[in-house]
């Protein structure tokens, strides 16, 4: 637990990750919300896309550590439905490093066990990251030592 404690920026959330892991002899499913990466890489006077690949290279530690901890389940929130209203630019730039993302991590998260699965409205994105996505999710769906559920264009503010 303390190799996930470490990768947790504020004190608050590794103080309830301590109490949780306290209480319990393990911890099943852990869920992070991927919020904040436009507003550090602002901070550092970089582009938003740049704080969203940090984002992306942050969330490939916590996947390795969450193995490593034996947590079953990691789901990350990582573009909402509310999310198309950000600048063009921005949208185009997350759908790329989605796709990127997917395509350059794809085999080593089979080869690690991680089975991987959409959590969103594919039919919203392009023809070719529906089929990415798709194609990722059956490629691993037989994967059991962790599961990644990747949250991509989900709202519940959204007409389904």
């Not at 185009?92 to 395509?103: P, V």
């Not at 959590?119 to 919203?124: I, K, N, W």
Request: net charge positive; hydrophobic share 40%.
């Amino acid at each position: 637990m303390a190799k996930l404690q470490n990768l947790i920026p504020s004190s608050k959330g590794k103080e309830t990750m301590q109490s949780q892991s306290e209480q319990q002899p393990g911890l099943r499913h852990l869920a992070i919300i991927m919020d904040g990466n436009g507003r550090w890489a602002a901070r550092r006077h970089l582009p938003r896309l740049a704080g969203h690949k940090a984002g992306v290279n942050a969330l490939r530690r916590v996947v390795e550590a969450a193995s490593d901890e034996h947590i079953e389940m990691l789901s990350v929130y990582a573009f909402s439905t509310e999310n198309w209203a950000r600048p063009r630019i921005e949208v185009e730039g997350l759908m790329r490093l989605f796709w990127e993302t997917i395509r350059s991590d794809l085999e080593k998260l089979h080869r690690d066990g991680v089975r991987l699965r959409h959590l969103g409205r594919l039919q919203d994105l392009s023809p070719d990251i529906q089929k990415a996505v798709r194609d990722s999710v059956e490629i691993t769906r037989n994967n059991t030592r962790i599961g990644l559920n990747v949250c991509f264009n989900y709202g519940g503010r959204a007409n389904w």
